[in-house]
């Protein structure tokens, strides 16, 4: 794994004569599991040389927590990040991510350790990994969220396939309604971000519950809500 994705890491460099002396100045009798973390580390620090701004933290942390890859447009939705911006990014990460260059492709990154790397990043002091939870909330609780009949479908009493021959939810709602309670499991450490979220759970069980099944049922994932 080192040693591919320092080939990757040298081929897209700007100085990778430069870069390799760097590497190769590592401590040999470093155990294998840190040199990878140096290595990811040098890679942040030659991509990224300024320090990382928070729309690029949230950007990585989307795609390594994400429990199914995401593409840009949910990324852009869930973080209101401009494509253009994400695109750049994630074109600078091509070492450690897969990518096939389009807005609707999905992006995963490479080999676990990588997410194990950004997970324990905070040790590192390189940024803090931003959760997804409360994105997902936003993103079902917000002005074009959820709502009652959202594929405008035309009676209640016939199946869905039966109306429309081809009905579609927006990608980000449909990732929001599939995964927020996984999400819970997010790492958040600020008490009032917690209470926040708490509130949001509330208001989508009293308030959006059926809503929220409908989005589900629509994409044949009903069975996330038992």
């Known amino acids: 794994i080192w040693r591919v994705t320092l080939f990757r890491f040298l081929s897209s460099s700007d100085d990778p004569d430069e870069d390799l002396a760097d590497i190769l100045g590592l401590d040999t009798k470093t155990p294998s599991d840190d040199l990878l973390s140096e290595l990811y580390a040098n890679i942040f620090q030659q991509k990224f040389p300024a320090k990382i701004r928070k729309s690029t933290a949230s950007i990585i942390s989307a795609i390594v927590l994400a429990k199914e890859p995401v593409c840009v447009r949910i990324i ?9 911006n994400i695109d750049l990014v994630v074109s600078k990460l091509t070492s450690v991510l897969t990518w096939r260059g389009g807005w609707n492709d999905p992006i995963s990154v490479r080999h676990q350790s990588f997410s194990d790397f950004v997970l324990n990043i905070d040790k590192k ?31 209640s009493h016939l199946k869905n396939s039966d109306q429309i021959d081809e009905y579609t ?5 449909t990732y929001s309604g599939n995964f927020w309670a996984m999400h819970l499991d997010d790492k958040v450490n600020n008490d009032q971000q917690n209470g926040k979220i708490l509130d949001d759970v509330k208001n989508l ?16 994932l009903l069975p996330v809500a038992i």
């Open 76 to 84: 852009s939705k869930l973080f209101s990040i401009k494509e253009d």
């Open 125 to 155: 002091g390189i940024f803090e990994v931003v959760p997804l939870v409360d994105r997902c909330l936003n993103c079902m609780l917000g002005n074009d969220g959820l709502c009652f009949n959202i594929a405008g479908l035309k009676s």
């Open 169 to 173: 939810v927006p990608e980000a709602l």
């Open 205 to 220: 069980m009293f308030n959006h519950f059926l809503h929220w099944l409908e989005v589900l049922s629509l994409n044949s």
